[in-house]
């Protein structure tokens, strides 16, 4: 089985660039997480979805950031205007159903570098 | 939050069993510990999870203990695949969130 595809692997460009990162999460999973992982702050939940509907997007560090799911199979987070500060690895994840029983599987990442 | 406490580092011998602890002594009732793991470059792959009863599937055993203030993540026998950073993890209440900490890096040596 396909897990949770990001595209793509890597991204270099330069500060005021549009960035936009792409996920697809497992086929049936009806949860969608973003994370963002830096040296310095680790692993961090930037947004999640439900059913394609936000739903706790307080992990977002600022306007520039936005994160949409127009259907249950793809999900775009984007940086306008992106920033140095912005450079890290952004990870996408998709679980089952609800609960506090269902494991979240990641993606391999996007490796963002701001020039 | 719960919070949970892991050593930043440990070290392990190939084909020995790897014993990972992790404190989270204010962990509620209903508040699921899962491990994961992150290998470099990689991301986070789901190792195992439990609330109560230990559980062990085919990449590692989770002790848990009878008050649920700790629990331990073990790999049978390690290789030096495993090596990697683990993390404890307490499930929020009430939320579909992981809280990821520092984690600890796990070097199996031959």
């Known amino acids: 089985d396909a897990g949770v595809i990001q595209s793509p692997r890597h991204e270099v460009t330069e500060m005021g660039q549009e960035v936009t990162l792409r996920c697809k999460p497992i086929?049936?999973?009806?949860?969608l997480f973003w994370y963002r992982q830096t040296m310095m702050r680790g692993l961090e939940l930037l947004i999640y979805?439900?059913?394609?509907?936000?739903?706790?997007d307080s992990g977002m560090p600022e306007d520039r950031f936005s994160a949409k799911m127009p259907n249950a199979s793809f999900s775009t987070l984007k940086i306008q205007p992106s920033e140095p500060r912005d450079s890290a690895v952004y990870f996408c994840?998709?679980?089952?159903?609800?609960?506090?029983?269902?494991?979240?599987?990641f993606g391999d990442g996007t490796r963002l570098s701001i020039l | 939050d719960a919070k949970t406490t892991q050593p930043p580092s440990m070290d392990c011998a190939e084909g020995r069993a790897a014993n990972l602890p992790c404190n989270h002594s204010?962990?509620?009732?209903?508040?699921?510990v899962y491990w994961y793991r992150q290998i470099h470059s990689q991301g986070p792959q789901y190792i195992i999870h439990?609330?109560?009863n230990n559980e062990t599937n085919e990449m590692a055993s989770l002790i848990i203990t009878e008050d649920r203030k700790s629990s331990t993540l073990i790999l049978p026998h390690a290789t030096l695949r495993d090596t990697a950073v683990y993390y404890c993890?307490?499930?929020?209440?009430?939320?579909?969130?992981?809280?990821f900490g520092t984690g600890t890096r796990l070097q199996v040596f031959p």
């Open positions: 994840a998709s679980s089952l159903g609800t609960g506090r029983d269902q494991p979240q599987h």
């Open positions: 086929s049936g999973h009806d949860y």
């Open positions: 979805f439900n059913n394609n509907v936000p739903i706790d």
């Open positions: 204010t962990i509620s009732g209903n508040e699921y």
């Open positions: 439990g609330l109560k």
């Open positions: 993890i307490v499930r929020v209440h009430n939320t579909d969130k992981l809280i």
